[in-house]
């Protein structure tokens, strides 16, 4: 048995067609982490050695989904997809050619050595997280990890098509 193995990892996915206390960047959006840089990384990573495409990260989507981050390590929504449909409008709103959004949420305990290889694991081993993960029209991503006072880390990943 992994000695971690008793720490939970809860991951959970959404698909919809169609700031915070560092520094804002020139565009007025919050740059991303090492931790959501990494997280993204291996995400691409994983999509080109399938052939497809990376993703791109966008600090401004990665906004998105960083409110949604804070709400659940506050505990003001639920570890869930609770407002998905509103984040993804605020996507389509905010950029032209978007014609899909997907997601998916991860949440773990404090104790892991490598948060976001966990996270990329989890969605991996999961088939609902790795189909938006390998949908071919996904160029783009909104990645945020938010910690809270306990240790807990709260991950959102918004998937995003848009079209040249």
């Not at 992994?2 to 919050?30: I, N, Q, W």
């Not at 080109?48 to 600090?59: K, Q, R, T, V, Y």
């Not at 960083?66 to 996507?91: L, Y």
């Not at 006072?149 to 990943?157: C, K, M, R, S």
Request: hydrophobic share 40%; glycine share 8%.
């Amino acid at each position: 048995m992994h000695p971690r193995a008793h720490l939970p990892v809860l991951l959970a996915l959404a698909l919809l067609t169609a700031c915070s206390e560092k520094d804002e960047g020139d565009d007025g959006c919050t740059p991303n982490s090492a931790m959501e840089q990494d997280t993204n990384q291996l995400i691409s990573d994983y999509r080109e050695s399938i052939g497809l495409g990376p993703l791109e990260l966008d600090a401004c989507v990665s906004d998105v989904a960083r409110g949604h981050s804070e709400d659940m390590a506050s505990g003001a929504v639920p570890f869930s997809h609770d407002g998905f449909e509103d984040r993804a409008a605020e996507v389509m709103d905010m950029m032209a050619g978007v014609t899909t959004v997907g997601e998916n949420v991860a949440w773990m305990t404090a104790g892991y050595p490598d948060p976001a290889q966990t996270a990329y694991e989890g969605w991996l081993g999961s088939p609902p997280h790795l189909e938006n993960i390998e949908t071919d029209v996904f160029n783009l991503s909104g990645m945020a990890v938010v910690e809270n006072d306990a240790g807990e880390l709260y991950f959102t990943h918004l998937l995003v098509a848009v079209e040249d």
